[in-house]
Each structure stands twice: as structure tokens, then as C-alpha cells.
């Protein structure tokens, strides 16, 4: 009797077992097959906004160019997948005055993914590549956002003659992971978990069925959704630029000296969502100290250039570009206004 019962249990655990399989395989065939949807109704949907640039080697890099004038303005997004949405706020109004380029990374939205690896030294070569292949003219006003900081320092490292002046939006300081961790006490982990997991799950659908429709706060409704189109298939390539952040700040951080180019610094110290503290286990107490020492470094980032201008927000987060569009703006055609009049 009990060679039976035992019997009965495993016939009934094997049944569950490949009924549990059979759920797992069809949930992710669905998966696969909702994930293939998303990515044809962004192609469909959500057409490139610029042009698609030829930049050798079977690649093609999304720069979109609005308006005229010199000099010309180069938007560098930061460590996030909107790309050239990132700066939907500003564009526009940037345009009016002058010419005014923004661009997506490799991988990012509609650009083509790299060949291998991407560093920091590709980042700017591509971005060059892209200007020329599209008869972008120098001089250049380089505009970074936090990560897009140290790139748009090593794009001026490498092509120094083609950067007439510099725009930091509240941006990163090669030297930020040391100084956060004597702040904090710990380090910040530049590529969170759960970010890694849901790019391994992007095949799946994961991400496109849970992604945020309101992340950074106040992005125009027309932009989040083009980035929530894109948003999955970017999510690896960013995820990448995170891994390198060390080796990025390192090779960025070798160059410090802007000389007399004309820079504004912008620095968001509103104070940090509580919500956020406790998702990195920060107190308040340590917050403080954490904007007191982002605004060190912003100090310092002013100090690279004998003709600069660093101005704070205390109503910004991060993302002063859609918090504050006007100051970004103004910030924009100040340095512009300065490198045509050579003041």
C-alpha cells in the first residue's frame, strides 16, 4: 500500500512538474512574442527624429541637427536610454539661435550597437565621425549631462581645436566615486541589480511591459513615449556604459585644463527624495553632506576655465534640463554669445 502511495505522489509531482514547465515555456514564447511586437510597433511608431549617420564599418549613429548658425551646439546625454530625447526640452529653443546637434551612443535608441566594447575613447571618436560624415561644422559648444560631463572632456581631449566652450548640467567629476565613498562611507553601485536582471529579461518582454511612464519627472509626453518604445532595447548598451564608468572617469579625468573656453557649470541641489535615501540606504544626515560635496566638485569643474560662470538650483534634481529647461537654455546661449564676441 505504501509502494503505491508512493507512486501516486511522484506520478502527481511529475504531472505539476510539466504542467509547471509547460507554463514556464508558453509564458515565455508570449514573452518573446510581446517583446517582437514592441520592438515593430517602435519601428513603425516611433521613426527616427534626425538622420541616420554612415560612420564606417557597417554603423550608423542617429544625430539630429536643427536650425543654423555658428557655433554649433553639441548636446552629450547622460547615463540613461532616452539619448537625444534627453535634451527634448531644450532643442528646440536652442535651435532658434543657433545650429544645435543632439545624438545617441552606440546602441542607445536608434543608433547602431558598437562592434565590441564601448569606452570612453570610442564614445568621442563616434560622435566626431558622426559630425563630420554629416558636414557639421566646428566650432563646437559641448553641452553634458551627468555622465555626458566627463564624455564631452574627452571628446575636447581628443579634438580640443574643434570645442569653442563647454555647458556641464549638473554633471559627473572623474573623481566622484572616491569622494562619495569617504562621504557615504560605501560605495554607490553604478549598475543596481535589478537593472541587470531586467536587461537579461529584455528578450522576454520584462521591461517593456514594466517601464515607468513618468522617469526623469517632467519629460514631454511625445519624448517619454518614443523612450519607453526604445527603452528595452537600450537598456544593455547603457548597462555597459555603467560597467565602464571607471575606466571612463579614469581616462576623462586626465584632462582638466579648458584654458580660457568659456564654461557654465549648472549644479541641482534640491534636496534628495526620501524615497530614493532609502533605496540606497543614505540618511538624511549623509545626504547633505553627499550635495555639499557634489557642490565641491562643481566648483571644481568651474575652476578647469579661467572664463566660467557655475550657477545652483536649489528647485532642480538631477535632471535640470527638465526641471529648469530655461536655465539650460540660457546657460547655452550664454556660452554661445561668448564665443561669438570672443569675450
Not at 250 to 272: I, Q, W, Y
Not at 312 to 321: K, L, N, R, V
Request: glycine share 8%.
Amino acid at each position: 500500500m505504501a509502494g503505491r502511495a508512493k507512486r501516486i505522489v511522484v506520478c502527481v509531482l511529475k504531472w505539476l512538474g510539466g504542467g509547471l514547465a509547460v507554463v514556464l515555456v508558453g509564458g515565455a514564447i508570449a514573452g518573446a512574442l510581446y517583446e517582437a511586437r514592441g520592438r515593430y510597433r517602435a519601428r513603425h511608431d516611433y521613426q527616427p527624429v534626425g538622420a541616420l549617420i554612415d560612420i564606417g564599418g557597417g554603423r550608423r549613429i542617429h544625430l539630429d541637427c536643427r536650425g543654423t548658425g555658428t557655433p554649433t551646439v553639441v548636446f552629450e546625454a547622460g547615463l540613461d536610454t532616452m539619448g537625444t530625447l534627453s535634451w527634448s526640452a531644450v532643442h528646440d529653443s536652442v535651435a532658434k539661435t543657433t545650429r544645435a546637434c543632439t545624438y545617441d551612443r552606440a546602441g542607445i535608441m536608434w543608433s547602431d550597437p558598437a562592434a565590441s566594447t564601448t569606452r570612453v575613447e570610442g564614445i568621442a571618436a563616434d560622435l566626431h565621425a558622426a559630425l563630420a560624415a554629416a558636414h557639421e561644422s566646428a566650432s563646437y559648444v559641448m553641452v553634458g549631462h551627468s555622465l555626458g560631463g566627463p564624455y564631452i572632456m574627452e571628446f575636447t581631449k581628443q579634438f580640443g581645436s574643434d570645442v569653442a566652450g563647454l555647458v556641464f548640467v549638473d554633471a559627473s567629476h572623474p573623481d566622484q566615486v572616491a569622494r562619495f565613498k569617504q562621504v557615504l562611507g560605501k560605495d554607490l553601485d553604478g549598475s543596481p541589480l535589478l537593472y541587470k536582471i531586467a536587461a537579461a529579461l529584455t528578450p522576454l518582454g520584462v521591461p517593456r511591459l514594466i517601464w515607468p511612464a513618468d522617469d526623469p519627472a517632467h519629460v514631454p509626453k511625445a519624448a517619454m513615449a518614443m523612450a519607453a518604445a526604445y527603452g528595452p532595447t537600450s537598456l544593455r548598451p547603457m548597462l555597459a556604459e555603467a560597467d565602464g564608468i571607471s575606466h571612463t572617469f579614469a581616462e576623462a579625468g586626465t584632462f582638466r585644463t579648458l584654458g580660457d573656453r568659456p564654461v557654465v557649470v549648472l549644479t541641482a541641489m534640491k534636496p534628495l527624495d526620501p524615497k530614493i535615501l532609502a533605496a540606497i540606504d543614505v540618511t538624511p544626515e549623509q545626504a547633505t553632506r553627499f550635495q555639499q560635496e557634489w557642490l565641491a566638485m562643481h566648483n571644481e569643474e568651474a575652476s578647469w576655465s579661467s572664463r566660467s560662470t557655475h550657477r545652483q538650483f536649489a528647485d532642480s534634481t538631477h535632471y535640470i534640463q527638465f526641471d529648469r529647461p530655461d536655465a539650460v537654455i540660457e546657460a547655452v546661449h550664454e556660452v554661445v554669445e561668448r564665443v561669438r564676441t570672443n569675450q
